[in-house]
Every structure is written in C-alpha cells, then in structure tokens.
C-alpha cells in the first residue's frame, strides 16, 4: 500500500506549452485509481511522470509523504504493466517473470518460489517454459501482470494494459486485474481510454482533456454529475444527450420548440441567455397518453437483448439516444412520443459548459 | 450424364488454359534479371567449373581435359598454402573486429543527444567511399616517411614501421584499412537494428533498476541479434572476396604475404595467363564461403532471436 500525491504537477516538452497543467491529485493507499480522457490528453504522460520515465517540469511528487521528484524509477518501488506488455520476446516466461528481481537482492531460490506462486495465482503454471512468442494475448498479457505482481512492490502502474485484447477478453481482465488489486492491497494507478473500463474498475477516477483535470470523483459520483459538458458526453455509453436551449420567459426552449418551465432559483442561477441541456438516454421514455410528450422520427434502432438503444432526429442537426430495457419494437422512420424525466435533467453553462448546480429541482413535466 | 462429363472436361481446359497464361506472365516478370543472373553469373559459374578441368592456353582457350590435376597442383603449391593462410587470417582480422567496432559505434549513435546526427553520418560515411579512394588515403597515412602513423610513432620516440613493406605487419595493415572501410555499412544496418527495439523494454528494465552492462547483455545484443547474424553473414562473404584493397596498397606483396586468394586468382589469370588454376582457385573459394556460410546458419542461427 502506497500513497502517491501530486502537487501542481505539470509537464512541458518545450518550455512553452504545457503537456499537462498544474495537477493537484492524492492516490490513497490500496485505492484502484483510473486515468481516464481521450487519446493525446496527457494520462500517459501523467502514469509516466509518477514512474519516473519522464521528468516531472514543476510541481512535487511524494509517496507516502516523501518528496520523490529525483528518484530513479527503481528506487521509487513501484511496478508498471505496458500497454504492449514489453516482454522480452528471447526470454522465457519464467525468466520474463523474475527478470531484474536480483536487484532487489532476491536469492535465485526465492526468485524461483515467488514465480511459481505467482504463476499458479494467474494460470500460467503450464507455461512457464514457454517464450512469449508462443503465448496467446491474453496469456501474454497475464505475464505482463504476474511481472509486475512478482516484485511485490506496493503501487502498480498500469498503462492501457487491456487495449491490445478483444472485447471478450477484456471484460474477463477488468474483473481478474480488480480482483488481484484487492487481494494483494495494492495501491494502482490505471491509465484507460476506455470509460467502461474507468467506470467498472475504478474507486476514484481522474478524467483528463488536454492536460486539463475536468473532474475527480468515484464512478457514480461522475456519471450522475458531470463537471461539464467534456465529463457529460465521455462518460456513458451511448453519451449524455446535449442540446442547447435559450432562456425565455421562465420556460427553457431548446430547438425552437421543446420547452420546459424552470423554478425561479433554477432562472437566478440561469440568469438570462443560451445553456447546455443534458439528458441520460435512460430518462428518455416513450410518453404514455396520459402524459405530455412529443413527437419526434426515428433513425435508427439498435436491440441489444436486454435494452433497446433508439436513436431519433431532435432539431435540425442534433441526434439523440434513448435507451429503453426490454426489447422495443420501434422501427425507423417511425414517429414516436417520448418524454424526458425532467428530476435529471443537467444544465451547463453554453460557454464554458461547466455544470449549473440546481439543487433538487422539481418541474413538472415537460410540455410541447 | 454425359453432358455433365462434357461440362467438366470443359471446365478442365479452361482451368489449364489459365494456368498456363498464370505461368507464361510469371515467367515474363522473371525474363529480365533470369537473363541478366544468366549471362553474368550463371555462365560464368559452370565455366569456371569447366575449365577448372582443363589446361588452358594463354587466351583461356582449353586445350587438354585433366581432371583433378588443377586442384591436386593447388593443394601441393606453397604458394596456393600461403594464399590460404593469408586469407583465412585476413578474415580473422577482419570481421571480429569491424563488427565489435561498428556495433560499439552504433550503440553509442544510438544515444539520444543534440547534434548525434553529425556522428551518424561521421560513423557512416566510409560507405558512401569508393575502395579505390580509400585506398589512397591509407596509403598516405601507411607511408614510411610522411604517413601519420609513423609521425606518431616518432613523436612517441619510437621507430618507424615499413607498414605496406614489412611481410610481418602488411597483412595487419590491409586489415586495418579494410576494417575501417567496412564500418560504415555494418554501422548503419547495425544502428538500425538498434532502433527497432522497443523502447518500452528498456524502461521496464528501468523500473526493474537492472544495470547498464546488465541492459546491454540481457536486452540489446539478444534483440540485436538478427541483425548481427546478418551483418556478420555478409562481412564474411565480403572478407573473402577482398580485391580492390590489396591491388592498390601492397599488389600481394610483400613476399605473397597480403596475396589473399581472390588477388591469387586475378594473378594467375591474367598475369600467368593459367586460367586452368585460377579457376580451380576460384572453385575452392567458393565451396569455401559455401561451406562457411552453411556453418553459420546452422551453428549461429540457433543463437539468434527473431521477435
């Protein structure tokens, strides 16, 4: 267990532009941490500043309290899984696993032990004879991991370990990497493009957007409320739906014609002017009769088994997506009446798209 | 039942028709270098197997079939066992030491720093120089009395060298030009072997915290072996067949001691006009790099690791 704190971190390639900017983050001990942003936002280079592969341009690391800037990436004790897992392709799989471990002053016995459990604790057992050539992804991905697990080091830095895999494999990792990460206490740092994997790993999560921290919280926390509109359409799948709507009156009217009726504290947070409307796809539903709704034409369906994506014109350029459980039988090109549950609706500013906070706002439904 | 035959022996000819245009394009693309291979190699090869076979007259004309007779003559002739042994020692010379020097000189262009391109093409720029131009400069620098080495050596109070005259340090000489002569290719293939190797390894080594000497003979020569097995596999060939450098610096002398067998076969063609023995030679040096080459596929080969 480990506690790794960044303080205004930043990073810069030429002195000029910052890669990464003013990063203030503490990863508790034993937590599961994930960076998570598009490519080119910075995570990368974030996982790597903390395992002391590139130079940190200002700011201070510490791990557990001690200033750790001018380490070298072995004295900081950490371990790190690569995204094309670097294995030595000329070694076998028991000599990638306990590659380096005499360093640590490891006696070849205990090298040989360590391997063996740590072997059985991942299947590799059968294979450790083997080079890694002869390995499938996922078993090499798994000596990627086992090499890390090997040295016991107590923060483990992995970095997109599961990109190379297919989906079905992933979803298997996701859960073997979590599991192993709570067995062992370890504290991990998890850099992902992927938002599942952030969502269903992570403790805590980081989201990054150019070297920009948007927001920091636990999973849930994130998808019900966004910072912005950037953490809004990232995080979920299918993406929050957005929209922008103009303040008239006391009703909000998005599109020219969808309108719905503000309280009068959610109107003096507003103020006057153009916002971001965000709606989850699930509190999109088809409206009964008995409720106000309106029509709109659907593009496309997409049944999944257990849910039904819909996706269907709103306003001239914008599409959006309801996701309805069950198997609907919606056809596109069909026009249907559906209805936004208005307790979750989300407003963002229209020029920062930062998150207008309106404490339980209880509207009635949305009118035609 | 009859018309279902008839439609597959149809089916048949068409088949075959194609195949055989499939073959006659093949053979188009293949027309130009078989017929360059085939006048330039190929003909030249099995005549030289032929007249190494016959005494010839001074055109190269063969006059008599004598067998074995070339070759027994060879194996009896000090002269044929000097050539040898110069040129089994030219290539112990040679080839070790140019490739712990191309490879120490690529490992170390391998660094990323400001201006290392200046090196890289310093290291690599004998490959883009003629033997002939070499040559003259090394017989500059080998010359007793203004050449640089023995400037050196006198500076040093120590006396001259007849480095290209002395039978003990001419074959050492030669070796040293052409040493430096082939550095500069097997830097640049080497170099690029170096660069294709993930990076990704060398920082899990870091993390690891392993040693630089640990790095360099865990990591680098494994993952650059191909590349050596390579560049020693063409160094080798070319080491045996070394001409150019001879003929301008020492023209196999002093007292046959650089005659290194390929300058022995243009001597007795086309100085002794014996076209039978030269042939033979040429014979045996061919079965010989034949013979070496195979030696290092399979003995050397198994210590290579492909990705």
Known sequence: MRKVELKGITKSYDGKQDVLKAIDVTVEPGEFFVLVGPSGCGKSTMLRMIAGLESITSGELALDGKRANALTPSERDLSMVFQNYALYPHLSVEQNITFGLHVKKVSKREQKERCKEVCGMLGLTDYMKRKPRELSGGQRQRVALARAVVTQAPLCLMDEPLSNLDAKLRAKMRSEIRQLQRKLGLTMIYVTHDQTEAMTMADRMMILSDGDVQQIGRPLDVYNNPANTFVASFIGSPPMNLIDAEMKDSVLVADGHWMTPVTAAMKQKIGSGRVTLGVRPEHISLAKDSEPGFLVQVANVEVLGTETLVTFDFGEATQWIAKWPGQSSVQPGEQIRICVDDRHLALFSAEKGERIVCEAAPVKKVSL | ?307
């Not at chain 2, 201006?115 to 883009?128: P, Q």
Request: hydrophobic fraction near 50%.
């Open chain 2, 1 to 307: 039942m009859t018309t279902m035959q008839h439609e597959f022996t149809a089916d048949r000819q068409v088949e075959r028709k194609r195949a055989w245009s499939n073959w006659a394009t093949g053979m188009l693309f293949l027309l130009p270098s078989l017929l360059l291979f085939g006048v330039f190699l190929f003909y030249p090869m099995v005549r030289t197997v032929y007249l190494s076979l016959f005494l010839t007259d001074s055109q190269g004309v063969p006059i008599v079939f004598v067998g074995w007779e070339n070759f027994l003559n060879l194996f009896q002739s000090t002269s044929f066992q000097i050539s040898a042994k110069a040129t089994a020692l030219f290539v112990l010379y040679t080839v070790p030491a140019g490739i712990v020097l191309a490879t120490a000189l690529a490992i170390l262009a391998n660094q990323k720093l400001r201006g290392i391109g200046l090196f890289r093409t310093m290291f690599s720029a004998t490959m883009g120089m003629s033997v002939a131009a070499s040559s003259v400069i090394w017989m500059f620098l080998f010359n007793p009395s203004i050449g640089l080495f023995n400037r050196i050596l006198a500076a040093l109070n120590i006396s001259g060298v007849q480095w290209l005259l002395d039978p003990q340090y001419a074959l050492l000489s030669v070796s040293i030009a052409t040493i430096w002569m082939n550095t500069g290719f097997a830097f640049l293939i080497l170099l690029g072997g170096l660069q294709n190797i993930d990076q990704s390894l060398y920082e899990s080594a870091r993390i690891a915290g392993v040693s630089e000497s640990c790095k360099l003979r865990k990591i680098t020569l494994p993952m650059l072996s191909p590349t050596l097995f390579f560049v020693t596999t063409v160094s080798l060939i070319n080491a045996f067949q070394t001409f150019g450098q001879i003929d301008l610096l020492t023209k196999g002398g002093p007292m046959e001691s650089t005659n290194v067998i390929v300058y022995s076969i243009y001597k007795d063609a086309f100085i002794n006009y014996n076209v039978g023995s030269a042939s033979a030679q040429a014979v045996l040096l061919f079965v010989t790099v034949l013979v070496v080459t195979v030696l290092q596929f399979k003995i050397g080969e198994r210590k290579v690791h492909y990705q």
